[in-house]
């Protein structure tokens, strides 16, 4: 069950930033066809576009996984008083990589697709 909860919020998350992503191309859509009709060449045009994505997604990664650090800390703090149980309070090498992988490609994904 667990692992359901944990899919239905990805899902959700990655709408999210899709939709975010999606209204950020669309208020800057007359801006984009400018620059390609001032003779922006469309690889210089899709390196923007990514570094305009990954100053959306970085900041984000790194305060989700701080943030899921802390929590995690805590909640097994918790957890080990109450049930006198030990565990290590530091998140899995597998939830960072997911968590840095959704988090910087699902603003790539969710910007090319639109543009």
Not at 48 to 71: E, K, N
Request: aromatic share 14%.
């Amino acid at each position: 069950m667990l692992t359901q909860v944990i899919v239905f919020l990805a899902i959700l998350s990655g709408q999210l930033l899709y939709s975010l992503m999606l209204s950020d191309v669309d208020q800057k859509t007359y801006e984009y066809g400018m620059l390609r009709a001032l003779g922006f060449k469309e690889g210089h045009l899709m390196t923007l576009i990514s570094i305009q994505s990954f100053i959306f997604s970085v900041p984000g990664v790194l305060f989700g996984i701080c943030t899921a650090l802390i929590l995690n800390m805590v909640f097994r703090g918790l957890i080990y008083l109450v049930s006198n149980n030990a565990s290590g309070f530091w998140l899995t090498s597998t939830s960072i990589a997911v968590g840095v992988s959704f988090g910087l490609l699902m603003p790539l994904l969710a910007i090319y697709y639109p543009v």
